[in-house]
């Protein structure tokens, strides 16, 4: 399989044309596990241990309903070559972190994470992280405790439920990747 069939490489990449939008729905028997539809493409998904919630709130292991856009890819680069997208991308380095205290002035933001500091680790050691679609989710206005780190990043073996982001096997992940643009609508529902 060639680089441009993975979705990895610079600028000098094959460029193909932004998807407008993406469909996310959950599959009838399993409410954490769903289906992604981009284009003609359809990916299986985790979603969040209590599936789709309209009403998300931070802990609840929703997956929020509604429509969003990406926002970036945070990516390892210790882990793998920069991947092709036209979103921004963004190095993940070892002290970031996403806080998710509903009472901190910094709730659903990134930060520098202090080694004793609470929060949401981006440099992990399970990989679900090596790269990370941050999506807009709470964020105009940011609400305390509506629901934070809500993410598409990779999925565990077997699609096990999140916490409530979207999780994708590696190999989708990169094909939807080299798709997706700041403009590009997310729609998750039931």
């Not at 193909?16 to 939008?21: A, G």
């Not at 309209?54 to 945070?74: H, Q, S, V, Y």
Request: aromatic fraction near 8%; glycine fraction near 8%; hydrophobic fraction near 35%.
């Amino acid at each position: 399989m060639s680089k441009q069939e993975l979705g990895i490489g610079g600028m000098n990449s094959k460029r193909r044309t932004s998807l407008t939008s993406i469909r996310i729905s959950t599959r009838p028997s399993r409410r954490s596990q769903g289906w992604l539809f981009a284009g003609p493409r359809v990916l299986r998904i985790a979603l969040g241990r209590t599936g789709v919630r309209a009403d998300k709130r931070e802990g609840d292991g929703g997956t929020p309903r509604g429509r969003f856009r990406p926002i970036r890819l945070w990516w390892r680069a210790d882990r793998l070559p920069r991947p092709y997208t036209p979103l921004p991308v963004r190095r993940i380095r070892r002290n970031d972190a996403w806080c998710e205290d509903p009472h901190d002035r910094r709730y659903n933001r990134a930060f520098r994470r202090s080694a004793n500091e609470p929060g949401d680790r981006l440099f992990r050691q399970d990989g679900l992280y090596d790269l990370i679609i941050e999506i807009d989710h709470n964020t105009k206005p940011r609400v305390a405790g509506r629901g934070s780190a809500v993410f598409i990043h990779l999925a565990r073996p077997g699609f096990a439920p999140t916490a409530g982001c979207i999780a994708l096997c590696l190999h989708d992940f990169r094909t939807l990747l080299s798709r997706l643009s700041t403009k590009t609508r997310i729609l998750i529902h039931f």
